[in-house]
């Protein structure tokens, strides 16, 4: 009797990936660039979050929620943008959207872009809670200087160790931006919007505490020294 070869089957493992959304593509660059200069000693940063959803191994970002600027370029989120981080999951899952908090955004001005120590550290805590959760890093100054769309996309990997911290090796995500699709009317309206404000004082695109945001309850996430708390302007942008 003849033996059966030895067969190895190579299956090819899902790769990650992530999708953002056209319209949640511009917002990005709206907030962004609202309140960055050329002039980095004027520059402020923007930072906000990011919602989707998963489906398998890619992450699908639908839109995202601005939330605060700061002239700090490394900011350690305060017990506030938690409570924005809650009541903003709370608020998709009483809309039955199917969306939810997948990560968050930032601003940086640095070549080669990476995460300094304030910014391991947000996404140590917010990974800790959504080990899928990703951070989304923009520098203007790449994208206006033709370098592609100027952003790349992280997450952490605990490697040998059974937890996060700070010291984590970090991973980059391959991105793609789908056609238009469902986006359309959207994106149309984002337009008719910016044209409609050309000639006038209001901002491109709003904080989400210029805004008014329903109240979706208490948070309970743990607070950590040595957070730095930003200076919010009520004057300034909001939500949806």
């Not at 489906?55 to 929620?65: N, W």
């Not at 992280?154 to 793609?176: A, D, V």
Request: with cysteine; proline share 6%.
């Amino acid at each position: 009797m003849t033996a059966m070869p030895n067969l190895k089957i190579n299956i090819q493992q899902p790769q990650e990936m992530c999708k953002i959304k056209p319209f949640a593509l511009a917002k990005i660059y709206l907030h962004a660039h609202r309140f960055w200069s050329s002039d980095l000693s004027k520059a402020e940063y923007a930072y906000g979050i990011l919602v989707g959803n998963y489906q398998g191994e890619t992450r699908v970002v639908e839109k995202v929620v601005p939330v605060l600027h700061s002239e700090r370029s490394e900011v350690v989120f305060d017990d506030k943008f938690y409570k924005h981080w809650e009541d903003l999951n709370t608020l998709e899952e009483e809309l039955e959207s199917g969306l939810f908090n997948i990560g968050w955004y930032k601003v940086v001005e640095r070549t080669p872009m990476k995460f300094r120590a304030r910014d391991m550290r947000n996404q140590v805590k917010i990974q800790t809670e959504d080990p899928n959760a990703i951070a989304f890093l923009l520098d203007p100054r790449a994208f206006l200087n033709g370098e592609g769309f100027g952003f790349s996309i992280y997450r952490l990997e605990k490697g040998m160790s059974s937890h996060l911290h700070e010291m984590c090796e970090n991973k980059k995500i391959p991105w793609e931006v789908p056609e238009l699709g469902s986006d359309v009317d959207k994106t149309v309206n984002l337009i008719v919007d910016l044209v409609d404000k050309y000639n006038s004082e209001d901002p491109y695109v709003e904080e989400i505490d210029e805004g008014e945001v329903p109240d979706a309850g208490g948070y309970d996430w743990d607070g950590d020294d040595g957070y730095v708390t930003p200076d919010y302007d009520p004057n300034q942008p909001g939500f949806f």
